[in-house]
């Protein structure tokens, strides 16, 4: 069984920062592909960034510039950096991984953690 653990979200001002932690445990082979999204009641799920197994990255165009995706793979964990956060980054973020089990990938979402931006 693999889980997706989120930690870092809370309450921030306009402006201010988020580091949002999401560590895989569980009984797995390799990590690939680790990702974060987002979700409020008003939009559909949206990919904020993610981060491949050899360090590649993209970012969301909402992202850009504020947002820094980094993973550690002895830790299987994956972060978000954020600054310069808006009322608009407020949602549900959610980490979510291709993980490898035996010799296929399977993919995990984790419970979500709240991030509000007030202004």
């Known amino acids: 069984q693999v889980q997706l653990v989120e930690s870092g979200g809370g309450l921030v001002q306009a402006g201010g920062s988020l580091r949002l932690s999401c560590a895989a445990s569980g009984s797995f082979k390799t990590i690939g592909r680790m990702a974060w999204y987002r979700q409020t009641p008003r939009k559909q799920r949206e990919l904020v960034a993610h981060i491949f197994s050899d360090g590649s990255f993209n970012y969301a165009d909402s992202a850009k510039g504020r947002f820094t995706i980094s993973r550690d793979n002895a830790k299987n964990t994956v972060y978000l950096q954020m600054n310069s956060l808006k009322p608009e980054d407020t949602a549900v973020y959610t980490c979510?991984?291709?993980?490898?089990?035996?010799?296929?990938?399977?993919?995990?979402w984790g419970q979500g953690t709240q991030v509000t931006v007030s202004s």
């Open positions: 979510n991984a291709d993980v490898r089990i035996q010799f296929t990938f399977a993919n995990y």
